[in-house]
């Protein structure tokens, strides 16, 4: 962990000297950071690592020579350190490989800087600023899985799920390939998904999904019913629910906590428009959002599963659904305590 009491120190990998340039005025705008080194490539960056001594790192995934996804595998094999990946393009294969880089260990994805004078210049700046300010706090040395026991269902009066209700942020991506991977192609019912990410990549971050999963996954449209055996992804900033009729709603209500899509608002929605016939899973993440959503799901009669601290890249969201009564197991123990669960309900 980094010393709190200096700037976080930030190693810039980009190709561009125009967005290099700009990022080094964007990162020196914010106290809580400070440029530690600028590189127009991988081979130069990762060669400089023992001397620059980064807390945080800022990784173009188009780069010359090693790209940005290769440069993040190598990092986080040889001497891992927090690592925001920027990236410009929202297509097919950037998106693919912005998404393999947080597989292969990256943190977060944002979007490139724009121009001074762009209208979008100041909310890209800011987040810039804020992913890298708050990357740098987390803790990536590998740590081993423990294993745990196979937990038995409580036997309860608890009702059976007609939906999974899945929640995620920082870390998400990767966990959530890793859950839906040990899940079977033909879930016997619906998955409705909140993964916090910006609203530009969401279409991409779907697509990326659903290409390696074996369920199909698209992004949630209002009004439309939830098919099992589909992930249906919230729409980047907008609430994500279910209706008492059974069909997606999305919109644009205000946030909560500062979260839209909110995985409260999600969880909340399973407990009051099905009568608590849910599961809620909430995985790595920054934060509490979809806590208070558990409290209440549980309360009506669902359950609800967080991923514990052994597994989480970020044991913010999965504590606090923890501490109102989610039951805590390791990632790899999830797909299988869902399972059970769905072969039980059957």
Same mark, same amino acid.
């Given at each position: 962990?980094?010393?709190?009491t200096?700037?976080?120190?930030v190693?810039?990998?980009e190709?561009?000297?125009?967005?290099?340039?700009?990022?080094?005025?964007?990162?020196?705008?914010?106290?809580?950071l400070?440029?530690?080194?600028?590189?127009?490539?991988?081979?130069e960056?990762?060669?400089?690592?023992?001397?620059?001594?980064?807390?945080?790192?800022?990784?173009?995934?188009?780069l010359?020579?090693?790209d940005?996804?290769?440069?993040?595998?190598?990092?986080?094999?040889?001497?891992p350190?927090?690592?925001v990946v920027?990236?410009?393009?929202m297509?097919?294969?950037a998106m693919?490989?912005s998404?393999?880089?947080l597989?292969?260990?990256?943190?977060?994805?944002? *979007?490139?800087?724009?121009?001074?004078?762009?209208?979008a210049?100041s909310?890209?700046?800011?987040?810039?600023?804020?992913?890298?300010a708050?990357?740098?706090e987390?803790?990536?040395?590998?740590?081993?899985?423990?294993?745990?026991?196979?937990?038995?269902?409580?036997?309860s009066?608890q009702?059976?799920?007609?939906?999974?209700?899945v929640?995620a942020?920082?870390?998400?991506?990767?966990?959530?390939?890793?859950?839906?991977?040990?899940?079977?192609?033909?879930l016997?019912?619906?998955?409705?998904?909140?993964q916090?990410?910006?609203?530009?990549?969401? /279409?991409?971050?779907a697509s990326?999904?659903?290409?390696?999963v074996?369920?199909r996954?698209?992004?949630?449209?209002?009004?439309?019913?939830?098919?099992a055996g589909?992930?249906?992804?919230?729409p980047g900033?907008?609430?994500l /629910?279910?209706?008492?009729?059974?069909?997606?709603?999305?919109?644009?209500?205000?946030?909560?906590?500062g979260?839209?899509?909110?995985?409260?608002?999600?969880?909340?929605?399973g407990?009051?428009?099905?009568d608590?016939?849910?599961?809620?899973?909430?995985l /790595?993440g920054?934060g *509490?959002?979809?806590a208070?959503?558990?409290?209440?799901?549980?309360?009506?009669?669902g359950q609800?599963?967080? *991923?514990?601290? /052994?597994?989480?890249?970020?044991?913010?969201?999965?504590a606090?659904?923890?501490r109102?009564?989610?039951?805590?197991?390791?990632?790899?123990?999830?797909?299988?305590h869902?399972r059970?669960?769905?072969?039980?309900a059957?």
């Amino acid at each position: 962990m980094r010393d709190r009491t200096h700037p976080a120190r930030v190693m810039i990998v980009e190709d561009s000297i125009v967005v290099r340039t700009l990022l080094t005025h964007i990162i020196n705008d914010d106290p809580r950071l400070t440029v530690a080194g600028a590189f127009a490539n991988a081979e130069e960056a990762i060669a400089a690592m023992p001397a620059v001594q980064p807390d945080v790192i800022s990784m173009d995934i188009r780069l010359p020579g090693i790209d940005g996804l290769e440069a993040t595998r190598r990092i986080m094999a040889d001497q891992p350190t927090p690592i925001v990946v920027i990236s410009a393009s929202m297509d097919g294969g950037a998106m693919g490989n912005s998404m393999d880089a947080l597989r292969a260990g990256a943190l977060s994805v944002v *979007e490139k800087p724009v121009g001074l004078g762009d209208a979008a210049y100041s909310r890209v700046a800011q987040e810039i600023r804020t992913q890298l300010a708050i990357m740098s706090e987390v803790a990536v040395v590998r740590r081993r899985m423990r294993t745990a026991p196979v937990l038995p269902v409580p036997v309860s009066r608890q009702r059976a799920p007609q939906m999974l209700l899945v929640a995620a942020s920082t870390g998400g991506p990767p966990a959530l390939a890793r859950l839906f991977a040990a899940l079977p192609a033909e879930l016997p019912v619906p998955v409705l998904l909140v993964q916090h990410m910006g609203a530009s990549f969401m /279409t991409g971050f779907a697509s990326w999904l659903d290409s390696v999963v074996p369920q199909r996954v698209e992004i949630a449209g209002h009004g439309e019913a939830p098919r099992a055996g589909s992930i249906h992804v919230a729409p980047g900033d907008a609430h994500l /629910t279910v209706s008492r009729s059974g069909t997606m709603l999305v919109g644009r209500d205000a946030p909560v906590n500062g979260q839209r899509p909110s995985a409260t608002r999600l969880i909340e929605s399973g407990a009051s428009a099905l009568d608590g016939a849910a599961m809620a899973v909430v995985l /790595t993440g920054m934060g *509490e959002d979809g806590a208070v959503g558990v409290q209440a799901l549980l309360a009506a009669g669902g359950q609800a599963v967080a *991923e514990d601290a /052994t597994s989480s890249v970020v044991y913010g969201m999965p504590a606090a659904a923890h501490r109102m009564g989610a039951l805590s197991l390791p990632l790899d123990l999830i797909a299988p305590h869902i399972r059970r669960v769905l072969e039980r309900a059957r």
